[in-house]
């Protein structure tokens, strides 16, 4: 199975940018679809993008036009450019894979987002 690191949250303001990054190891031959979901206290897991292995995106609404999502297949790695966040932009962001022919999620360890505003 794959295993998957996620690294560059942290703490910006109201405004700013971050950039996550999730590196994928393990199995990571049949991955179809990565993806960033977040997780705000007292919230349910959320979808915030995904792409698929030929390139494929999906923005939660919420988050279309300030977020973009890529992926390098080269290097097993999936990427979030976090542009103009907001206060409730926080949350724990996870990266996630999903293999060809199947819907379950793996995930990482999470990486906190906060944003002050």
């Known amino acids: 199975q794959v295993q998957l690191v996620e690294s560059g949250g942290g703490l910006v303001q109201a405004g700013e940018s971050l950039r996550l990054s999730c590196a994928a190891s393990?199995?990571?031959?049949?991955?179809?679809?990565m993806g960033w979901y977040r997780q705000a206290p007292g919230k349910q897991r959320e979808l915030v993008a995904s792409?698929?292995?030929?390139?494929?995106?999906n923005y939660a609404d919420s988050v279309e036009g300030r977020f973009t999502i890529s992926r390098d297949n080269a290097n097993n790695a999936v990427y979030l450019q976090m542009n103009s966040l907001r206060p409730e932009d926080t949350a724990v962001y996870y990266c996630?894979?999903?293999?060809?022919?199947?819907?379950?999620?793996?995930w990482g360890q999470g990486t906190q987002v906060t944003v002050s505003s």
């Open positions: 996630s894979a999903t293999y060809y022919l199947s819907t379950r999620n793996y």
């Open positions: 393990g199995n990571v031959l049949s991955i179809n679809r």
């Open positions: 792409i698929t292995s030929g390139g494929s995106t």
